[in-house]
């Protein structure tokens, strides 16, 4: 019995050490000057979309790490969502509010800084709570309209770091996969995927090199 109630607290009390030695390993920055470059090279890189966005639910993402360490696989990553035109198809007429953003990595677990924003729910996925009603005019829109951004820190999965490729691997984990899921009005489950390739890596790490997402490591 002493033997399994050792399990229970180790299994309790490990993972809540990693994630606090985790996040002790973030450097400090300007928060003030990272979001008002982040927000210009976002709006830029979204722009180019020209108010048609890639998915039925009119959002984009864009998606940046402020911090990597190559060897721990240690980052941060600054995830935001943008309107960039009108919901339609399958996404017209729900409320935002009934719509969920699942976050995903294929070799990385993740952790919101702000518990309150995003929930995890296993070790490769979270599910982060639609913000509120983003007001969106009928017509489509040039300009890019934040709808909420999110902070979290991860871990890269340790055997992956010893995978050949560097760098350019890293970079291939360390992309998400962003889907949003629904529930229309006939009580039918809708949902669709955000691209990554529309505003990645704008800015922080990677942002100096030419983004090419692999299929494999």
Known sequence: MEEVMRRYVDSIIDPIERRQETT??????NITQWDEATTAACTTSLEALNG???????????????FLNETTGIFQADLRLYMVGAPTGDFANIASQN??????????????????????????SSLISWPRAVEMSKRQTQVPQLAQAYAFVGQVNRELLATPGGTTSLQNIL???????????????????????????????????????????
């Open 24 to 29: 002790a390993q973030i450097p400090t920055m």
């Open 52 to 66: 048609r966005p890639s998915n039925p639910s009119g959002m984009a993402v864009c998606y940046n790490l402020p």
């Open 99 to 124: 719509v969920n953003v699942g976050l995903s990595y294929s070799g990385a677990t993740v952790q919101a800084i702000n518990a309150t924003t995003m929930t995890k729910r296993s070790d490769d």
């Open 175 to 217: 992309v998400p996969t962003v889907t949003l899921t629904a529930m229309n009005a006939t009580g039918q489950l809708v949902n669709t995927t955000l691209s990554s390739q529309e505003a990645t890596f704008v800015n922080g790490v990677f942002a100096t090199q030419v983004f090419c997402l692999l299929t494999t490591y």
